[in-house]
């Protein structure tokens, strides 16, 4: 069974750092471009950026609102994506998923999501 | 960034009825739009993507199509666990973008 879990949420402080793990199970995440989307308490969704995958270079991209500040990496060989979140700002208070691109694509659906971590940035 | 809007914002419907649902994209995104239908404390799961194909495993009442930079999702028959808010989605360019979403309630 495929399973996306994220995990390392939680409280912290404004201008703190957290990282998130989404670990993969029942597949071989080295083959996925992987992205994470992020839904503030009772609003929508917002991509946050992905990581492309090794073949393709396992470059990153971001959106406007945590460039600088985020960034996305992995380890392949634990079948894990981390997002490292700097400078944390009270508006990054939002759930935290983690979804899967199409194999080998990046401009492409997410056909899979984990079920989220929540992240609270309060003082 | 590519803009996509949705209405209504909320719509109220019995079982068994036709909903659709309209997505507008700021810009062409040719037929990078995928739909996701997300229920209260659960993440989203793909619907259809391409802007009408259906993913596998989603029954067939749920329906894409697409006019130019318009989008719409058509519920036929609506089912109890159809309830819930569905989001809209370009993947055409980066950022990636949603639209702000649309609650089906009874």
């Known amino acids: 069974e495929v399973q996306l879990v994220e995990s390392g949420g939680g409280l912290v402080q404004p201008e703190r750092s957290l990282r998130l793990s989404c670990t993969a199970s029942?597949?071989?995440?080295?083959?996925?471009?992987m992205t994470w989307v992020r839904q503030a308490p009772g609003k929508g969704l917002e991509w946050v950026g992905f990581?492309?995958?090794?073949?393709?270079?396992?470059?990153?991209e971001y959106a406007a609102s945590v460039e600088g500040r985020f960034t996305i990496s992995r380890d392949d060989s634990k079948n894990i994506v981390y997002l490292q979140m700097n400078s944390l700002k009270t508006e990054d208070t939002a759930v935290y998923y983690c979804?899967?691109?199409?194999?080998?694509?990046?401009?492409?659906?997410?056909?899979?999501w984990g079920q989220g971590t929540l992240v609270t940035v309060s003082s | 960034a590519i803009r996509m809007t949705q209405s209504p914002y909320s719509v109220s419907a019995s079982t068994g009825d036709r909903v659709t649902i309209t997505c507008r994209a700021s810009?062409?995104?040719?037929?990078?739009l995928a739909w996701y239908q997300q229920k209260p404390g659960k993440a989203p799961k793909l619907l259809i993507y391409?802007?009408?194909t259906l993913q596998s495993g989603v029954p067939s009442r749920f329906s894409g199509s697409r006019s130019g930079t318009d989008f719409a999702l058509t519920i036929s028959g609506l089912q109890s666990e159809d309830f819930a808010t569905y989001y809209c989605?370009?993947?055409?360019?980066?950022?990636?973008?949603f639209g702000p979403g649309t609650k089906v309630d009874i």
């Open positions: 990581i492309r995958s090794k073949v393709i270079g396992e470059t990153t």
């Open positions: 989605q370009q993947y055409y360019s980066y950022p990636f973008t």
């Open positions: 391409g802007a009408s």
């Open positions: 810009q062409g995104i040719s037929s990078d």
């Open positions: 029942g597949l071989s995440l080295g083959d996925y471009t």
């Open positions: 979804a899967r691109h199409l194999p080998g694509a990046t401009r492409t659906y997410f056909d899979f």
